[in-house]
């Protein structure tokens, strides 16, 4: 590594020759925090999700990936799975509060090293499960592979620290930008760190599909497929000025979709600020207006966004119920909003169910079915402001 810059202040990223990012990924992190609380379950087939109408898998350790659950799959389609090839595999449900808390430990322990080594990178959270780090000011080689090479005993030390620290395993990608970083976590290597060096781009990119690319979901996947576009390489070969901004019905994405194609993506590393709000959503297995299933789940949230604000340090002053009514066909039904803001700040899960079911009767929510119910809290004063 160059020692120059070891010890060097962070300064703007464009002041430098190279640009070095690196992204962790927790490996199958709620399976993960599950078997951490659960030991007798490590090596066995475990689905974190509910095996329920409407729920899909949240994460699925490799022994059940292995007869083809993946995240994202709907859980009966999983649970007919199971039942052909492992009828012994475990169903446990997901506990948001807890990979909330553990996530937060993990950020933790990357600060702390950050700091050990007096670096001050940008940090960038994505989920509760990755995280971008820009080594850019730390990592000047004499070549862009160089410096990427530089990174390296930085993603050791990161790697080592989560594992003797939470006891949980990563993936760390490397690369000049944040795509081709993410898209190394996915290749294969005995110690979990994967680099991806610009001359290798054009080997990499044309086969994968085109859901790699930054911004396109599963609606612009589709979209793109429709039209032909499968794979990135179908993407580079389109003539120079197609419109993709018509195909995936954003300006904004169409207009760099070729670039990021070819591995171009400038977007920068950006820090995360403070928390601007807390929340949680269900969206029922039948549409409802049963009151007798809709309060406790309400007061389930309140209590668990009452953790998230001590946790934090915050009172709120801002309660939102964001809700969607069902329909034949759910997604003709737009989601909604109710807020309204306090006076006075809370904390208190009591307050909360309360101000979240006064919105709900006050607006007649629940005059009709519901698809689906969340509550969430905003406006936040730290302690440390109302001292």
């Known amino acids: ?24 990924d927790m490996n199958s992190f709620f399976a993960s925090v599950e078997l951490l609380a659960r030991p007798e379950l490590v090596g066995k087939p475990v689905i974190i999700g509910q095996l329920r109408r409407r729920r899909v898998v949240c994460t699925a350790t490799p022994e059940a990936r292995a007869f083809g659950v993946k995240k994202g799959m709907a859980t009966l389609e999983a649970a007919a ?14 506990r948001k509060l807890a990979y909330e808390e553990e996530s937060d430990e993990i950020l933790k322990v990357l600060k702390s090293e950050m700091q050990a080594m007096q670096f001050d990178p940008a940090i960038e959270t994505v989920g509760l499960d990755e995280a971008y780090l820009d080594l850019t000011p730390y990592c000047q080689g004499g070549t862009a592979a160089e410096s990427l090479d530089n990174a390296i005993p930085i993603a050791k030390r990161l790697k080592a620290a989560i594992l003797n620290q939470r ?18 976590t996915d290749r294969n290597s005995p110690d979990g760190i994967n680099i991806i060096y610009e001359h290798e781009w054009s080997t990499i990119l044309p086969p994968l599909d085109v ?16 039209r032909g576009f499968k794979t990135i390489s179908d993407i580079q070969k389109a003539p120079k000025h197609y419109d993709f901004a018509k195909v995936v019905n954003n300006d904004s994405l169409g207009s760099k979709l070729r670039d990021l194609a070819f591995g171009i993506d400038p977007r920068p590393v950006e820090p995360d ?3 601007q709000s807390f929340s949680r959503i269900e969206t029922f297995e039948y549409d409802t207006k049963n009151l007798d299933i809709i309060v406790p789940v309400l007061m389930g949230f309140a209590r668990e ?8 340090k915050y009172e709120a002053t801002i309660v939102k119920v964001n809700y969607r009514h069902g329909s034949a066909i759910y997604l003709d039904e737009k989601p909604h909003t109710r ?39 905003e406006g936040f004063i730290s302690a440390d402001e109302l001292k």
């Open 167 to 184: 006891k949980l395993h990563c993936k760390i990608g490397i690369a000049s930008n944040k795509m081709m970083a993410k898209i190394a």
């Open 339 to 377: 807020r309204k803001t306090f006076p006075d700040q809370f904390t208190e899960w009591g307050v909360i169910i309360a101000h979240a079911l006064n919105l709900f009767h006050r607006n007649n929510i629940g005059d009709r079915p519901l698809y689906s119910l969340g509550i969430s809290v």
């Open 81 to 94: 799975l199971c039942r052909k090839h492992r009828p012994d595999t475990v169903w446990l449900p997901v």
């Open 1 to 24: 590594m160059n020692e120059t810059l070891v010890n060097s202040p962070a300064t703007a990223p464009d002041k430098f020759k190279y640009r070095v990012i690196l992204i962790f």
């Open 273 to 275: 600020g403070p928390p």
């Open 211 to 226: 859901n790699e690319i930054p911004e396109v979901g599963e609606v612009r996947e589709i979209k793109l497929k429709l």
């Open 305 to 312: 966004l009452e953790a998230r604000l001590n946790k934090f």
